[in-house]
């Protein structure tokens, strides 16, 4: 068993910034990769940015050049830096872990239970 604790979510003006933090906790070896998903309202989940153990990441094409995927290793966390930020980044923002490396939300075992983010414009 995985715990996924996700934080730092929050009502800011486009352009600003917030950084998410994810603390694992439990059974998490094996558990390669750690990946950061949306969902806004009326729509379906979406990939964010993912990071692996050893440090590989990969970004979707609407978050490139803005977010930052890192990860502590030694506290078991993971972070989201948000940068220039949209009203279209709104959503609930949820942090999984997986066996794999995979931009398939179907491929994460554990979710934690979201954190929404507010973007006003």
């Known amino acids: 068993q995985v715990r996924l604790v996700e934080s730092g979510g929050g009502l800011v003006q486009a352009g600003g910034s917030l950084r998410l933090s994810c603390a694992a906790s439990?059974?998490?070896?094996?558990?390669?990769?750690l990946g950061w998903f949306r969902q806004a309202a009326g729509t379906e989940r979406e990939f964010v940015a993912y990071i692996t153990w050893s440090g590989g990441n990969t970004y979707a094409d609407s978050v490139k050049g803005r977010f930052t995927i890192s990860r502590d290793n030694a506290k078991n966390t993971v972070y989201l830096q948000m940068n220039s930020l949209k009203p279209e980044d709104t959503a609930v923002y949820y942090c999984?872990?997986?066996?794999?490396?995979?931009?398939?939300?179907?491929?994460?075992?554990?979710w934690g239970q979201g954190t929404q983010v507010t973007v006003s414009s």
């Open positions: 999984a872990a997986a066996r794999v490396v995979s931009l398939d939300d179907a491929s994460y075992d554990y």
């Open positions: 439990g059974r998490t070896f094996g558990y390669v990769t």
